[in-house]
């Protein structure tokens, strides 16, 4: 199966250094499974050629804002609604969440509440997840004919879904404990104490890392996301 991934940025230097970038930190969700993954620099302006061009598509994290006006955003969010409508599967990350929903129609801007940072608990369907993020922007609306997936205490919109394809999480499933510690050793500083505080405290805690690999495999493989064990969902 190919998987293209939109690479919307990098991870910092230090991360790459240590664990690699997104194509790597991706790759490792997925042991054991023969996936071709072929990035497309987006954020420099590479895209492909449409959304035949890969199987399935996932979607990254990213440093930049999605109402941020960089000139490679529309293309971006056109490209989202083709394969939208080509009915390929669509994973969004973190920043892959916030663009899908906003080319889709949804609302992104910072959250009034400021950062969250570090191991949050997810409510996603009658699951309780544990994952990390590392975020201010939000979803503020869902787009049109989304369903609402989950939330946590300090995001609303932290997983949806539209039709059976496409499914997003707030969370970065991709990030574990280490990874995190050297987050906070390279940016710690220019963020606010207690959040920081927090994702300090939390990085012995167990993450459900596992299970958020298991659902994004399955919609990629073409897995319908009604047949995710999630049970209880809202539509928005």
């Given amino acids: 199966m190919i998987l293209g991934l939109l690479q919307c940025g990098h991870v910092p230097d230090a991360v790459q250094a240590k664990f690699g970038d997104y194509p790597t930190l991706y790759a490792a969700m997925f042991p054991g499974r023969?996936?071709?993954?072929?990035?497309?620099?987006?954020?420099?302006?590479?895209?492909?050629?449409?959304?035949?061009?890969?199987?399935?598509?996932?979607?990254?994290?990213?440093?930049?804002?999605?109402?941020?006006?960089?000139?490679?955003?529309?293309?971006?969010?056109?490209?989202?609604?083709?394969?939208?409508?080509?009915?390929?599967?669509?994973?969004?990350?973190?920043?892959?969440?916030?663009?899908?929903?906003?080319?889709?129609?949804?609302?992104?801007?910072?959250?009034?509440g400021g950062w969250t940072l570090g191991l949050q608990t997810y409510r996603i369907g009658d699951r309780v997840l544990r994952m990390n993020a590392w975020?201010?922007?939000?979803?503020?609306?869902?787009?049109?004919?989304?369903?609402?997936?989950?939330?946590?205490?300090?995001?609303?919109?932290?997983?949806?879904?539209?039709?059976?394809?496409?499914?997003?999480?707030?969370?970065?499933?991709?990030?574990?404990?280490?990874?995190?510690?050297?987050?906070?050793?390279?940016r710690g500083g220019d963020l606010p104490a207690d959040r920081v505080a927090h994702a300090d405290a939390h990085l012995a805690g167990p993450d459900d890392n596992g299970v958020a690999h298991a659902w994004i495999a399955h919609v990629l493989e073409g897995g319908a996301v009604a047949d995710l064990p999630l049970n209880a969902r809202e539509n928005a």
């Fill in 34 to 112: 023969d996936y071709d993954i072929r990035p497309w620099l987006v954020f420099e302006g590479e895209m492909p050629p449409g959304p035949d061009a890969a199987d399935a598509w996932l979607i990254s994290g990213s440093r930049f804002g999605a109402y941020e006006g960089h000139d490679w955003i529309a293309p971006l969010e056109a490209l989202i609604r083709g394969i939208a409508d080509a009915g390929r599967p669509l994973v969004g990350i973190c920043f892959g969440h916030q663009i899908i929903a906003q080319a889709l129609g949804g609302r992104v801007a910072k959250f009034d």
């Fill in 135 to 186: 975020h201010q922007d939000q979803v503020l609306d869902l787009p049109p004919g989304a369903v609402r997936l989950g939330s946590s205490a300090t995001c609303a919109n932290a997983a949806f879904a539209i039709g059976t394809h496409i499914l997003t999480l707030q969370a970065h499933p991709e990030f574990h404990a280490a990874l995190i510690e050297t987050m906070i050793a390279v």
